[in-house]
């Protein structure tokens, strides 16, 4: 009995013992893939390969919200600066162009160092998703009268 009772402590130790690597080698996998800045996408989801996915401290990408009539004061980006409207309808501008109008799913590029400014459409707020990377410099406000002069589309 003395035998069977050792045999079985040590199968379970070495199960223990098993499953604690098994743990902590799950663990260390987990912990350096996100210490990581680049990965792997999972490899089912894509075919001939897998793409590097790769995420930078430096780059936002915000929701923002715009009540109707709000707009930002013009300014520009060190990277650039991409929008996208999701919902409402928005206006931007460059410094000395015209006011564009932009619906949902059209995105707007702005290049690095452009002056420019963008906001909700007077009568409709506008959900902005934006992406940039880099500075935001900031400028003057946007007068109304910039605000409200007649929006061409793209």
Same mark, same amino acid.
């Given at each position: 009995?003395? @035998?069977?009772?050792?045999?079985?402590?040590?199968? @379970?130790?070495?199960?223990?013992?098993?499953?604690?690597?098994?743990?902590?080698?799950?663990?260390?996998?987990?912990?350096?893939?996100?210490?990581?800045?680049?990965?792997?996408?999972?490899?089912s989801?894509?075919?001939?390969?897998?793409?590097?996915?790769?995420?930078?401290?430096?780059?936002?990408?915000?929701?923002i919200?715009?009540?109707?009539?709000?707009?930002?004061?013009?300014?520009?980006?060190?990277?650039?600066?991409?929008?996208?409207?999701?919902?409402?309808?928005?206006?931007?501008?460059?410094?000395?162009?015209?006011?564009?109008?932009?619906?949902?799913?059209?995105?707007?590029?702005?290049?690095?160092?452009?002056?420019h400014?963008?906001?909700?459409h007077?009568?409709?707020?506008?959900?902005?998703?934006?992406?940039?990377?880099?500075?935001?410099?900031?400028?003057?406000?946007?007068?109304?009268?910039?605000?409200?002069?007649?929006?061409?589309?793209?």
């Open positions: 009995m003395a @035998k069977q009772s050792r045999g079985a402590a040590r199968s @379970k130790r070495t199960r223990d013992i098993l499953a604690s690597a098994s743990v902590a080698l799950v663990l260390a996998i987990v912990v350096v893939g996100l210490q990581s800045d680049r990965s792997i996408a999972q490899s989801n894509f075919q001939g390969g897998a793409p590097e996915v790769s995420q930078t401290p430096d780059m936002t990408s915000i929701r919200l715009f009540p109707a009539g709000v707009r930002s004061s013009w300014h520009t980006h060190t990277w650039g600066q991409l929008l996208m409207i999701e919902e409402g309808r928005a206006l931007t501008q460059v410094r000395g162009g015209p006011v564009v109008e932009m619906h949902p799913g059209e995105p707007w590029w702005t290049p690095a160092d452009v002056e400014w963008h906001g909700a007077p009568g409709e707020d506008a959900l902005q998703l934006t992406i940039y990377e880099g500075e935001v410099v900031w400028m003057d406000a946007t007068t109304d009268e910039e605000y409200l002069a007649t929006p061409t589309r793209p």
